[in-house]
């Protein structure tokens, strides 16, 4: 993603109120604490401006989201977005992946969203791609009994990737598609890269995993 760098990102993130969280220690008791009410929390990773979960929020209104993200500048427009909506379902934080185990209670997410996450095409960066088998041990953790990943990518070789990681540690995969938008899923709430790769005619790629 192309960041212009965001003038006053700290300013415009902390006059987004109590949609920003911006100490991680209030997620670690109870996620659910930092909203209205006790319901299943989502979490996306990698929510990048926020077109997904402000749709998501609306959609919703039922569940609570959280999103993050680990680059501020994107953070800002994400948050911006989520503030202009009128839900209260949405917290939004500045946080990298790597680090959820330690900051969320072990089964305080029922699902985790990774929407067109980096695809780290080098063989030796796999480890950071978000469906490695390190960072399902992170979701484990921190996911209910039969929590639940959904993941969308625009990328064959992070999905057959991702495909074998879910499998091989014995998630179980359902509504595998490798075109969306033939598969008759919805609702589908389209992302910032989905639209541009959907557009370029690349197939979108999705999968759900669950804790067995
Ligand atoms: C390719 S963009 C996709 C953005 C958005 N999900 C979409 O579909 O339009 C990936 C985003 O994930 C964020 N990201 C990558 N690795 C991350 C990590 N370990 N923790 C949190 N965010 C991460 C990046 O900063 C970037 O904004």
Redesign the pocket.
Do not use: P, W
């Given at each position: 993603?192309r960041n212009r760098h965001k003038k006053h990102a700290k300013e415009r993130l902390d006059a987004c109120g109590e949609t920003v969280v911006h100490s991680t220690a209030l997620f670690k008791d109870n996620p659910s604490a930092l909203f209205c009410s006790n319901a299943p929390v989502h979490l996306?990773?990698?929510?990048?401006?926020g077109?997904?979960i402000c749709g998501m929020a609306n959609l919703y209104p039922e569940i609570n989201f959280i999103a993050?993200?680990?680059?501020n500048d994107?953070l800002v427009t994400a948050a911006e977005k989520v503030k202009g909506l009128s839900v209260d379902n949405v917290r939004l934080c500045r946080?990298?992946?790597?680090v959820l185990a330690d900051i969320f209670p072990k089964g305080s997410i029922e699902r985790i969203y990774l929407?067109?996450?980096?695809p780290w095409l080098k063989k030796r960066h796999y480890k950071?791609r978000?469906s490695h088998n390190g960072f399902l041990q992170i979701y484990k953790s921190i996911l209910t009994e039969n929590g639940s990943v959904f993941m969308?990518t625009d990328n064959n070789n992070l999905f057959e990737f991702s495909l074998l990681e879910f499998q091989n540690d014995g998630w179980r995969l359902e509504n595998v598609t490798y075109d969306l938008y033939k598969s008759g899923f919805e609702p589908n709430i389209v992302?910032?890269?989905?639209k541009r790769f959907s557009s370029q005619g690349i197939k979108i790629k999705r999968l759900e995993a669950y804790v067995k």
């Open positions: 993603m996306e990773i990698g929510c990048g401006k077109d997904f993050i993200e680990r680059v994107v946080l990298d992946a790597a929407n067109f996450s980096d950071r978000l969308k992302t910032e890269y989905e």
